[in-house]
């Protein structure tokens, strides 16, 4: 079965920075675009960051862009998010979620907590 489990979060001082990383099983990853998204108390989860199978093709999030990097590896069913000049509003939970022939999976997350 589908299985993607992130990794990497953590807390950080504000403009630190992390690097997540969602390993997936269960399907042949690289013929997928996998995504991040990101959730804070009380919001609704949001993206952040997607990446082309081939990962030659990137968009981000404005309230992201030029901060974080989405990146992948298909030798190691691994996709990742770099992440730099970390705000206190980048606190969350940091979800991979991939979309396999209409179906929506998801991991089950890792906190990111910018605070000093």
């Known amino acids: 079965q589908v299985q993607l489990v992130e990794s990497g979060g953590g807390l950080v001082q504000p403009g630190g920075s992390l690097r997540l990383s969602c390993l997936a099983s269960g399907f042949t990853f690289r013929y997928y675009g996998m995504s991040w998204y990101r959730q804070s108390p009380g919001k609704e989860r949001e993206f952040v960051a997607s990446i082309s199978r081939l990962g030659d093709t990137s968009n981000y999030a404005d309230s992201v862009k030029g901060r974080f990097t989405i990146s992948r590896d298909n030798t190691k069913n691994t996709v990742y998010l770099q992440m730099n000049s970390l705000k206190p509003e980048d606190t969350a939970v940091y979800y991979c979620?991939?979309?396999?022939?209409?179906?929506?999976?998801w991991g089950q997350g890792t906190q990111v907590t910018v605070s000093s």
């Open positions: 979620r991939a979309v396999i022939t209409l179906d929506l999976y």
